[in-house]
């Protein structure tokens, strides 16, 4: 097995922290997204996505999509990040979607037609940047507001939703987007998590 990477994106990182979780070692290959390796014909061959992060298995087989991944790892060695109990399997799958559908993609969606590091791929519409900023700051809130009613976001065990949340912070600090208030609640969950081996 090997997997395709740009290992400070936040998809990528969210397969680094769930196979380190997992206890998993498995090679990497560095893409270089932003010179555009991942528009080449042999990438778009393997990657049915066109990005990162990608996994290829011995056989040539290759998955992409970075929960779908999590979801191959935990296959073949069972973790319970994505929850035990029927009950906890839906809200781990539940915060994991909430996460990335108001969180992690209203980021990228603000990134990049901000920066516009796309712009040789993609038109960049700058409002719709301004607009998701927005929308990635009145997502912050709720956040802060279910880790204040719950120890981890699904409850009281780690899941695939904190590391999906992790990697969303770890990406808006990356790229600059500061918080326009404190949440401490956000704060003290944060600790939590980087206390954990996997995330040392
Ligand atoms: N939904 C996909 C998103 C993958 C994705 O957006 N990857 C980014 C890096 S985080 C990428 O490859 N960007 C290169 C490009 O857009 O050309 C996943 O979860 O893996």
Not at 5 to 25: H, I, K, W
Not at 105 to 118: E, I, M
Not at 160 to 184: C, G, N, Q
Request: hydrophobic fraction near 40%.
């Amino acid at each position: 097995m090997k997997i395709h990477q740009t290992a400070p994106t936040p998809n990528c990182l969210r397969v680094s922290l769930f196979l380190a979780e997992a206890g998993m070692e498995v090679p990497r290959q560095e893409v270089n997204i932003r010179d555009g390796e991942n528009l080449s014909p042999e990438f778009r061959r393997l990657s049915a996505n066109g990005h990162v992060p990608v996994l290829e298995l011995d056989d040539g087989e290759a998955i992409c999509e970075s929960l779908a991944i999590c979801r191959y790892v935990d296959a073949l060695n069972p973790t319970g990040l994505f929850g035990r109990s029927p009950l906890e399997q839906g809200r781990v799958e539940m915060w994991t979607r909430i996460v990335e559908f108001q969180g992690l993609v209203p980021a990228f969606q603000a990134f990049r037609n901000l920066s516009g590091v796309y712009a040789d791929r993609e038109r960049c519409v700058e409002a719709w940047g301004e607009e998701s900023r927005k929308r990635l700051d009145e997502f912050l809130p709720r956040l802060e507001a279910r880790l204040g009613e719950s120890v981890y976001l699904a409850g009281d065990r780690f899941s695939v939703a904190d590391i999906t949340a992790w990697s969303l912070l770890a990406f808006m600090e990356r790229v600059k987007f500061s918080m326009a208030h404190s949440y401490p609640n956000i704060e003290r969950w944060r600790a939590l998590v980087a206390a954990r081996p996997a995330f040392r």
